[in-house]
């Protein structure tokens, strides 16, 4: 049996990867019936230029897709090196706002109450993390 393909980190090939994965995890739709947020993520300064993407969660429904969000509850950008580096465990989420690596506009409110919503999607974002080239 053949490896599966590997996806570079923020081509299309990854966003259609991630969201094929948001679709089918029953956990974020049960969380999406208790939660409601919509997060852009722009990435800057990448191989390919600036890449946009989004988490749209609520109502019962999670997806995961190029673009961003709408509606829009926060907004975060980071350069490239950054998002590698948070990535791939070099480091931390949390270190990287404090120290303004990552901005962030929005309800932070919002962002906090989503929590669960976040760990969900790390395990999904661990799947296809394997199979991810950063270059």
Do not use: C
């Not at 679709?23 to 800057?44: C, F, K, P």
């Not at 791939?88 to 929590?115: C, H, K, P, S, Y």
């Amino acid at each position: 049996m053949s490896a599966p393909d590997t996806v570079r980190y923020l081509g299309l090939d990854w966003i259609r990867e991630l969201t094929r994965e948001v679709d089918e995890s029953e956990a974020l739709s049960d969380l999406a019936r208790e939660h409601t947020i919509g997060v852009t993520q722009i990435v800057v300064d990448g191989p390919e230029g600036d890449v946009t993407y989004h988490l749209q969660v609520g109502a019962g429904t999670a997806s995961f897709g190029a673009g961003p969000a709408d509606p829009e509850h926060v907004k975060m950008e980071q350069d490239w090196a950054t998002a590698v580096a948070v990535a791939t465990g070099e480091l931390n989420a949390q270190e990287a706002f404090v120290t303004g690596r990552i901005r962030l506009w929005g309800d932070q409110q919002a962002l906090m109450e989503a929590q669960p919503v976040f760990g969900a999607l790390d395990t999904v974002f661990s799947s296809v993390r394997e199979r991810t080239r950063y270059e």
